[in-house]
């Protein structure tokens, strides 16, 4: 489907899917999987934030901030909502309406010369108003040559998005889920114990990886424990504040600030550093284990780690992390961002 998805969009024909499955399902997988195979397009990439929730339009902004260079050639009306909308011109709350316009005609005027690619993960985390917006948009595409896809946790933004494309994305079936868990176990491993971690993973890949990381070699080997009664979003959460909790507190306040910092901005995230008083290279530890990357802009291995993060830190240390945030953040070029 997403092969089928891409196709049509380098052929003039737009489209539109919605992930949709647990957290570690592989949704974030399958959007790596719709980058990797777009090289040839423009690629546009966004990320529901937890802690954005309630600042409007800010996902969409995530969204057209790249294609902004289009935006002199909007027809004045469209202009103006956007400029409004992100900070770049002062007047009246535009209408949403206009605003949805604008966005569809900024996606079109983008994919003239080539297609253009719409990545968004985590969508359950989408602020209201860009939510309204992107569906808007994402409903009137038709010849725009756009493949817009979207990944959202199920349970908790079933109505993100909601009346568009979709696909459930399943846990792997039994046969699969044992050789995923046996190739990443390399110690003794009981054979009821196994079955056990297959019953409780319910064929969902992180569980598999992650789950396993929680237990000693004698719980492999036949122990016994109490049962955890969590459901497995919340137990892979556990196991990652777990390996985060184990990293010096350098390394941990820089992996809060980049959770907190949606667009992954590695300037932003220097300049942090520097407001309180930690080396950016403490980051590698975070990295070297494998739960970020650092390339052009910060990159959590999976959204959970990022929820884990910020859900592990002190009140404090987020006070800490927001407000050097907001002095590494342009005043005037992201009033709403700053504040």
């Known amino acids: ?50 802690s954005e ?27 103006d909502a956007l400029s409004v909308v992100f900070g770049l011109s002062s007047g009246e709350a535009p209408d949403r309406f206009m605003v949805g316009l604008a966005t569809l005609t900024l996606l079109a005027e983008a994919a003239e010369t080539e297609a253009l690619v719409c990545v968004v993960d985590d969508g359950q985390w989408l602020d209201r108003a860009s939510a309204q917006i992107l569906g808007f948009a994402a409903r009137r595409l038709l010849a725009e040559r756009v493949a817009f896809v979207c990944a959202a946790r199920s349970g908790v933004g079933d109505a993100t998005l909601s009346g568009l494309p979709e696909l459930v994305v399943p846990g792997l079936p039994e046969k699969e889920a044992w050789t995923l868990l046996l190739n990443n176990v390399h110690t003794p491993l009981d054979a009821a114990v196994g079955a056990q971690i297959i019953a409780e993973c319910h064929g969902n890949p992180l569980a598999l990886l992650e789950l396993p990381r929680t237990l000693t070699a004698a719980d492999f080997a036949g122990g016994f424990g109490v049962p955890d009664s969590r459901d497995v979003p919340e137990r892979i959460e556990a196991s990652y504040s777990r390996r985060l909790s184990q990293f010096p507190a350098e390394c941990r306040l820089l992996v809060l600030a980049a959770a907190a910092e949606p667009l992954g ?6 300049q942090a550093a520097g407001s309180l008083g930690v080396d950016v290279s403490s980051l590698r530890v975070a990295e070297d ?8 802009r910060v990159e959590f291995a999976h959204p959970l780690i990022r929820s884990a993060a910020y859900g592990a830190a002190t009140l404090e240390d987020r006070r800490r992390v927001h407000d050097a945030l907001a002095l590494a953040t342009d005043a005037e070029a992201e009033p709403d961002r700053r504040a």
């Open 53 to 79: 929730l309630e600042l409007a339009f800010s996902s969409l902004h995530q969204v057209c901030r790249p294609l902004l260079g289009h935006l002199d050639v909007l027809p004045a009306p469209q202009r």
């Open 289 to 296: 284990a494998g739960l970020l990357t650092l390339g052009g």
């Open 1 to 50: 489907m997403l092969d089928a998805l891409l196709s049509g969009a380098r052929a003039g024909q737009s489209g539109v899917l919605v992930l949709r499955g647990e957290a570690g399902v592989g949704k974030t997988a399958l959007l790596e999987y719709v980058v990797g195979r777009a090289a040839d397009a423009q690629v546009v990439r966004a990320v529901g934030v937890e």
């Open 265 to 270: 901005n590695l300037a932003v995230l220097h």
